[in-house]
T-cell receptor, first 116, second 110 residues
Framework: EAQVTQNPRYLITVTGKKLTVTCSQN?????MSWYRQDPGLGLRQIYY???????DKGDVPEGYKVSRKEKRNFPLILESPSPNQTSLYFC???????????????FGAGTRLSVL | GQNIDQPTEMTATEGAIVQINCTYQ??????LFWYQQHAGEAPTFLSY????GLEEKGRFSSFLSRSKGYSYLLLKELQMKDSASYLC???????????FGPGTRLSVLP
């Protein structure tokens, strides 16, 4: 089954304790992205990756790191989490198509993170 | 800058038609997407417009006017299961960056 898998689904941690949220896709997609979703603000892009070893900042990258060593995996790293990073996080992937072609994103089930 | 506006909430009756509007001001444009998101779940793709006009897909249609920076999602024959948030998103010129609107929470009443 084609899917984007995130782990963990729920996480409670304390300020300053490094954590990693994993994301894996089995559709051989080139493009992967991380979003956070907060009430009233919608989905905001944190980082994205066009391919292996290629990553770029989205709209809200501060406090986050990513890596893309393999095509299928795109982990999100919080080196020193703070309470303002409490949010619902989504990973997404899509095939990279040229020009104006569709670039539908497929989302993981989400990770609800609470930083105390 | 990038800005996408949608109404926060809408209510409609089962069997009716509802139109959810989206206006955008972005530095580039390479397609507009509509996603549906049920509470606590992941967004799922509904429709895509890159040229002006109407795209129809069963009970759902989406319209785009690039000159006006405007789109709408039309839902016909509303069902209770259509109660969800509807997200409008614009892809930039290079196809790399996506900007999402705040979403419109639709409640379908019996």
């Amino acid at each position: 089954e084609a899917q984007v898998t995130q782990n963990p689904r729920y996480l409670i941690t304390v300020t300053g304790k490094k954590l990693t949220v994993t994301c894996s896709q089995n559709m051989n997609h080139e493009y992967m992205s991380w979003y956070r979703q907060d009430p009233g603000l919608g989905l905001r892009q944190i980082y994205y990756s066009m391919n292996v070893e290629v990553t770029d900042k989205g709209d809200v990258p501060e406090g986050y790191k990513v890596s893309r060593k393999e095509k299928r995996n795109f982990p999100l790293i919080l080196e020193s989490p703070s309470p303002n990073q409490t949010s619902l996080y989504f990973c997404a992937s899509s095939p990279r198509l040229a020009g104006g072609a569709k670039n539908i994103q497929y989302f993981g089930a989400g990770t609800r993170l609470s930083v105390l | 800058g990038q800005n996408i506006d949608q109404p926060t909430e809408m209510t409609a009756t089962e069997g009716a038609i509802v139109q959810i509007n989206c206006t955008y001001q972005t530095s580039g444009f390479n397609g507009l997407f509509w996603y549906q998101q049920h509470a606590g779940e992941a967004p799922t793709f509904l429709s895509y417009n890159v040229l002006d006009g109407l795209e129809e897909k069963g009970r759902f249609s989406s319209f785009l006017s690039r000159s006006k920076g405007y789109s709408y999602l039309l839902l016909k024959e509303l069902q209770m299961k259509d109660s969800a948030s509807y997200l409008c998103a614009v892809r930039d010129n290079y196809g790399q960056n996506f900007v999402f609107g705040p979403g419109t929470r639709l409640s379908v009443l019996p």
